[in-house]
């Protein structure tokens, strides 16, 4: 179709030609060609769909328009006196297949259809097509996660996007699923998934839905994060990728390694069985001999090939992906206590950290799609996701002098290295079906899922050696032999977390006069095993002093409990069943919907661990049912635009590892685990206005409420004299927050960008300590009322965008804001530790350089963001220790600097 405007000028012999390409949906065709035959002048529709064709001389013309996947559009046109506006709407390419017919569609990969998913969903959710996640700065499923509103992220001790913090709410408030199936964690400790194992070019788009509806699982009171994976294509296809980049960390020092081959992935209990006695033959050295050099390049590659066969009744894509990345850290951390005299915090040690970490992420997926006919269809998906991290730590740790009561310190210097390595695998195999029935008014689909993740984090190693250095009590240098430190601990941890699981789901669609009606109802059944395996073997230096040489391979340990710890509470095995059923109906009348339904969940929780018996928590069972009604408004005053309300509860369940009644010493602090946690429920309420001007275009306008009983939050104890990193359930929290997301585009120019409120408040006891009017050192519990752990209060992201379909060139300049934060929760008053509010800034850019191939180049963390991380108070007992720091208004806990890095690569696609 082809529609005329006249302008209102004219040229003497040329004019300009202007016009807009879409589908018959008004979605802009970008990259649609407009050409003028027999010449050489035409125009290429950019990012909204607008071309221009300019100096055109007056005359008749036949113009051709044309798009991949759509039939040719040819019209005669005539250029005169006036300038032409076209507005050209092109059909899609229609094929006969026997008794099916198959229409040649648009891409779901693309932004036009991001927005319409946006649009026409049931409920309230963000989309990334796949087209925006490879114009992005990411590599990773984590760092594309942080472009999507509402969401923030938790960083890895390299600085890389990790965890998924969606409206305030906690990683673990959050689930995963690949495909819309929820998948197991390779996490040693938690449900969540850590989405930094996943390569964003496996991805077909990310979706994070913000309000359940009945036929999802109910366990998510921030959001859900769908990994959508890539679907075989109408035709073949194949994508290539290969890059190369380095970090800016390593040009400014050397990479600290060891030798990783030396390490048995399995303890020696694990090799030799339960009985086994182990020896010092078991404990090889070589992964303790730590060396410096110069870092390798960063690479990746990327492949996909797919296509249909048997005239296109069967689609079949293989898709694959390899990154090994070189990154690090330079840390200042300082462990602290608190006051007696102010319940100010002082610094009893400070750590000078040098992390060097090499990732390897990997990961393969397949995909078969069977089409019987129209109305039956089968699929099978594969994946198997990979990431292997090892990780040396080297620091220099001072015991600080004291001041006041608490009396002076040794200033003591030791050197502390740490070598470690964990390989986190996830697979997953889900044969789906879909059934239409009665002219395609009743629909089955059923799923039938295998799913596993593992973790194996052998031979940790912790070498310490007290330096030659100290200072006394009296500020004097006093230079000592370094000795090797008399203990050495090595460790061994692995788990596994093995899904079976079973969907069904049945819908009904009519009509009843100008009404629309869709009855559906569903079940699910999965059935979870857990265990997590914990060795742990004390090696004691032999002799006791030993003046360290310098060769690792010059000392000798004896073994000092060869059965290693098979009594360890974190060898346990926990089970889970879950049985779900759900009953929902939709109901839609000219520009009004209103979907809504009850969801039921019986949950039957259980552990074993091999603690002593006389250990409370050894063993537990947990059952309960959660009645979960949700319901969603939409109404559409506008074409363009929805109105969406929404109410639902949900539920968070306690991680595996937090009720298991271990304790571990291997982080900054001690932590232990809580036998008695509760399940968290949630209300939620949800309001969103949007408008959508054009297939590109969008504002919305969001708010948000949650009422959140028994919290979970990991938080400082004290017991006695010890201080304990333990879980608990805290009372009532409630969370509240606006978010704002437009995305607007000018031609060659596009702005994307995100503005979110957030405030949450929960109030719990903690300990105030002081001098009383009689001078006794004394103590007192308090009420505080602070934000929930992990909530920034604003959040922001704004996206530069160019694109010039005739030059073949795409950049983007992407910055992100998140707000001051607690990342630590203290027993004592208004002694949180705080992470400071940062900027970071990323860059992508792409030039064409031959038909089908690409260069590219991204850029991260441009202005070298650092994580700074504070007590809001001053520390007023020994500022003399850190002269180089401000201390009067706050007390910096930690200051992690991780540089910027580079990718530079080329990309084919057939």
Same mark, same amino acid.
């Given at each position: 179709?082809?529609?005329?405007n ?17 589908d018959?949906?008004?979605?802009p065709?970008?990259g ?7 010449t050489?002048?035409?125009?290429i529709a950019?990012?909204?769909g ?10 008749e013309?036949?113009?051709e328009v ?8 040819t ?18 390419d229609?094929?006969?297949?026997g ?9 779901t ?7 319409a998913?946006?649009?026409n ?49 906690d ?8 495909n ?13 998934v ?5 390569p964003?070019?496996l991805?077909?788009?990310l ?13 998510a009171?921030g959001?859900v ?8 294509p109408?035709?073949l296809t ?39 006695r182990?020896s ?5 050295s ?6 410096e ?14 296509d249909?066969f048997f005239?296109?009744?069967l689609?079949?894509? +293989?898709?694959? &992906?390899y990154?090994? #990345?070189?990154?690090?850290a330079? @840390? *200042?951390f300082?462990?602290? =206590?608190? !006051?007696?005299?102010?319940?100010n ?15 390897t992420?990997?990961?393969?997926h397949?995909k ?5 006919s129209?109305?039956?269809a ?6 198997a996701?990979?990431?292997e ?26 050197q ?11 697979y ?9 029935? +009665?002219?395609? &008014?009743?629909?089955? #689909?059923w799923?039938?899922?295998? @799913? *596993?993740?593992t973790?194996? =984090?052998? !031979?940790?190693?912790?070498l ?5 250095s100290?200072?006394?009590?009296s ?10 430190d ?17 969907y ?15 009855f559906?109802t569903g ?8 265990e ?6 004390l ?8 003046e ?15 059965g290693g710890?098979?009594?360890d509470p ?6 889970? =069943? ?8 939709k109901?839609?009348?000219?520009n009004?919907?209103v ?19 006389n ?28 109105v969406r309300?929404s ?14 009644p ?5 982080g900054?602090?001690?932590?232990r685990?809580n036998?008695?946690l ?8 949800d309001?969103?206005f949007?408008?959508f001007?054009?297939?590109? =275009?969008?504002?919305m ?8 009983k028994?919290?979970?939050e990991?938080?400082l ?11 608990n ?18 031609r ?24 009383n ?16 752990q992990?909530?920034?209060?604003h959040?922001?992201?704004i996206?530069?965008?160019y694109k010039?379909v005739?030059?073949g060139?795409?950049a983007?300049?992407?910055a992100v804001?998140?707000g001051?934060r607690?990342?630590g929760v203290?027993p004592?008053?208004e ?14 850019f ?18 070298n ?13 020994n ?6 720091l ?5 007390t910096l806990v930690?200051?992690?600097?991780y540089q ?11």
């Amino acid at each position: 179709m082809l529609v005329f405007n006249e302008g209102v000028s004219a040229q003497d012999s040329s004019q300009t030609i202007r016009g807009k390409i879409v589908d018959g949906t008004g979605e802009p065709l970008t990259g649609a060609t407009v050409v003028l035959q027999g010449t050489n002048y035409y125009g290429i529709a950019g990012l909204d769909g607008s071309f221009i064709i300019r100096n055109v001389p007056h005359g008749e013309y036949e113009a051709e328009v044309s798009y991949i996947s759509f039939n040719k559009f040819t019209k005669k046109i005539v250029v005169g006196s006036e300038p032409l506006v076209l507005s050209i709407e092109l059909q899609p390419d229609v094929s006969e297949l026997g008794e099916v017919t198959v229409f040649g569609t648009r891409d779901t990969r693309t932004e036009e259809s991001e927005r319409a998913t946006e649009r026409n969903a049931d409920n309230i959710v963000n989309v990334v097509g796949a087209r925006t996640i490879q114009l992005s700065p990411d590599v990773s499923v984590a760092n594309v996660a942080q472009r999507v509103s509402g969401v923030s992220l938790e960083r890895s001790s390299s600085g890389d996007g990790q965890h998924a913090i969606v409206r305030g709410m906690d990683k673990r408030y959050n689930y995963t699923l690949v495909n819309g199936i929820k998948i197991p964690s390779p996490d040693v400790k938690n449900r969540y998934v850590p989405l930094d194992i996943f390569p964003s070019d496996l991805l077909d788009r990310l979706i994070v839905t913000k309000s359940l509806t009945p036929n999802m699982e109910g366990d998510a009171i921030g959001g859900v994060i769908d990994m959508r994976m890539r679907n075989a294509p109408d035709r073949l296809t194949v994508n290539a990728n290969i890059g190369v980049g380095y970090s800016q960390m390593f040009f400014d020092r050397d990479r600290l390694n060891f030798n990783s081959d030396a390490v048995s992935v399995r303890s020696p209990h694990a090799r030799n069985g339960s009985g086994y006695r182990a020896s010092m033959d078991d404990f090889p050295s070589a992964n303790m001999n730590f060396n410096e050099n110069s870092a390798p390049v960063n690479r990746t590659l990327g492949l996909a090939v797919g296509d249909r066969f048997f005239n296109n009744r069967l689609g079949v894509i +293989l898709a694959g &992906s390899y990154q090994k #990345n070189f990154r690090g850290a330079n @840390s *200042l951390f300082f462990e602290m =206590d608190v !006051d007696r005299e102010d319940n100010n915090p002082f610094y009893d040690t400070v750590e000078d950290r040098q992390i060097s970490t090499e990732q390897t992420r990997g990961g393969l997926h397949t995909k078969f799609d069977y089409r019987f006919s129209s109305d039956h269809a089968v699929e099978v998906y594969a994946a198997a996701i990979q990431m292997e991290e090892k990780l040396a730590r080297a620091y220099a740790d001072t015991n600080l002098r004291i001041g006041r009561s608490q009396g002076p310190g040794t200033g003591r210097i030791s050197q502390n290295f740490r070598s470690s390595q964990s390989i986190q695998r996830v697979y997953n195999t889900t044969v789906q079906g879909r059934h239409d029935f +009665l002219s395609n &008014s009743l629909r089955a #689909n059923w799923s039938a899922v295998y @799913s *596993l993740a593992t973790n194996d =984090d052998p !031979d940790m190693v912790d070498l310490k050696l007290i330096t030659g250095s100290r200072i006394n009590s009296s500020g004097n240098l006093i230079n000592e032999p370094v000795l090797l430190d008399r203990d050495l601990r090595r460790r061994w941890t692995n788990n596994s977390d093995q899904d079976l699981a079973g969907y069904f789901d049945l819908s009904y669609v009519t009509n009843y006069r100008d009404i629309s009606l869709e009855f559906n109802t569903g079940t699910m059944y999965r059935h979870k095993n857990r265990e997590n395996n914990y060795n742990q073997y004390l090696l004691r230096a032999s002799p006791i002093t030993q003046e360290w040489t310098g060769d690792i391979f010059q000392h000798s340990w004896n073994l000092f409990n060869p059965g290693g710890t098979p009594n360890d509470p974190l060898n346990y095995e926990s089970e889970e =069943d879950v049985f779900a059923y759900y009953g929902m109906a939709k109901m839609g009348m000219r520009n009004f919907q209103v979907f809504g339904g009850l969801r039921v969940e019986d949950t039957e929780f259980s552990w074993i661990s091999d603690a002593p018996e006389n250990i409370p928590g050894k063993t537990g069972r947990r059952s309960y049912t959660d009645v979960l009604p949700s319901i969603h408004f939409r109404y559409s005053p506008i074409e363009s635009g929805n109105v969406r309300a929404s109410y639902f509860q949900s539920i968070s369940r306690p991680n595996f590892f937090e009720v298991i009644p271990y304790s571990s010493n291997e982080g900054d602090f001690r932590e232990r685990g809580n036998p008695f946690l509760e399940r968290t429920q949630a209300q939620n309420v949800d309001v969103r206005f949007e408008y959508f001007p054009s297939a590109l =275009d969008k504002i919305m306008v969001a708010g948000f409420y949650k009422e959140i009983k028994n919290p979970i939050e990991t938080a400082l104890l004290i017991e006695g004299q010890a201080i304990f990193l333990q879980p608990n359930n805290f009372g009532t929290a409630n969370n509240y927050g606006l978010e704002v997301d437009v995305t607007k585009y000018f031609r060659n120019f596009g702005i994307r960008g995100f503005y979110n409120y957030t405030d949450s408040r929960i109030t719990t006891s903690k300990i105030e300590r002081f001098r009383n009017d009689q001078g006794s050192l004394t103590s007192r519990e308090l009420d505080q009322t602070r934000p929930l752990q992990g909530q920034s209060k604003h959040v922001s992201n704004i996206s530069l965008l160019y694109k010039n379909v005739v030059s073949g060139t795409d950049a983007q300049l992407a910055a992100v804001y998140t707000g001051s934060r607690i990342i630590g929760v203290s027993p004592y008053f208004e002694n949180d530790i705080w992470q400071r509010s940062f900027w970071q800034l990323d860059f992508s850019f792409e030039q064409q350089l031959l038909p089908g191939v690409v260069g590219y180049m991204k850029v991260n963390n441009i202005l070298n963001t650092p994580l700074r991380a504070d007590v809001r108070r001053p520390n007023t007992a020994n500022p003399q220790e850190v002269p180089y720091l401000d201390v009067s208004e706050r007390t910096l806990v930690q200051e992690d600097f991780y540089q910027q890095t580079w990718l530079i690569g080329f990309k084919y696609s057939l």
